[in-house]
């Protein structure tokens, strides 16, 4: 099938398709990830030249974290079967419709306990699980949408170590926020709204400070992984 055709089907343009393999698009909708969801269960052989397209997304060496301002708890309850919440095993187990091509990562990240509404398109979220920072995820669309008694978001994972073993090897989350938080409920919190963000980074250059210095600590989790 060509790459005229898959637009054609999914109703959309040359340019956008190449941004989405990209991770440049700015928005996505509910409805177009179930129309790319079909057409990936159809099992097609896709082939580009990869002399015209780079369709392979790679973690930026300068990552960009000037949109970030939130963290979310994402640890399952005991009754969940994965210990780990979108790990690489919980993914591939999903029946969601969920992006997976040439390293990017588009998924629906549900909200139990609301605050799904506060986050707005192109908005950056850390997701924090048994202690440790384990993504950094990238809103995608423009509202949520519900189903199963859940609200939803569409985010694409922008940093996880998806090739490390096992999680806890990862560093301890306040050796990498640089403070502390303790926080119990699933929904999104602002970096300011804690009294130990302000305490530790008011006098380091707020929350640009903050992002500078977890910029330095996740290239440095990756750089250490990938040795």
Not at 36 to 60: A, G, M, Q
Not at 104 to 121: M, Y
Not at 179 to 188: A, E, L, V, W
Request: include cysteine; hydrophobic fraction near 35%.
């Amino acid at each position: 099938m060509s790459l005229l055709e898959i637009c054609r089907q999914l109703d959309i343009t040359p340019t956008y398709w190449y941004k989405l393999e990209k991770g440049e698009t700015g928005t996505i909708s509910y409805d177009l990830l179930q129309k790319i969801d079909e057409l990936l269960h159809l099992r097609l052989e896709l082939t580009f030249d990869n002399s015209i397209f780079d369709f392979s997304f790679k973690e930026s060496k300068n990552m960009d974290l000037s949109r970030l301002n939130w963290i979310k708890v994402v640890t399952p309850g005991k009754d969940w079967p994965h210990y780990w919440a979108l790990s690489p095993k919980e993914i591939s187990e999903s029946n969601e419709p969920i992006i997976q091509s040439n390293g990017l990562t588009i998924l629906p990240l549900g909200f139990k306990s609301g605050g799904a509404d506060v986050l707005k398109s192109g908005d950056l979220m850390l997701l924090t699980q048994h202690a440790r920072i384990t993504h950094v995820v990238e809103v995608l669309d423009e509202q949520p949408y519900e189903k199963g008694g859940w609200s939803h978001r569409y985010v694409k994972i922008n940093w996880w170590q998806p090739n490390l073993a096992d999680w806890h090897e990862l560093p301890r989350r306040e050796d990498v926020l640089g403070f502390d938080i303790s926080i119990q409920k699933g929904i999104p919190y602002e970096f300011r709204s804690f009294e130990t963000f302000r305490k530790r980074w008011d006098s380091q250059g707020g929350l640009d400070g903050f992002r500078e210095h977890l910029t330095k600590q996740l290239e440095l989790v990756g750089a250490v992984i990938q040795k």
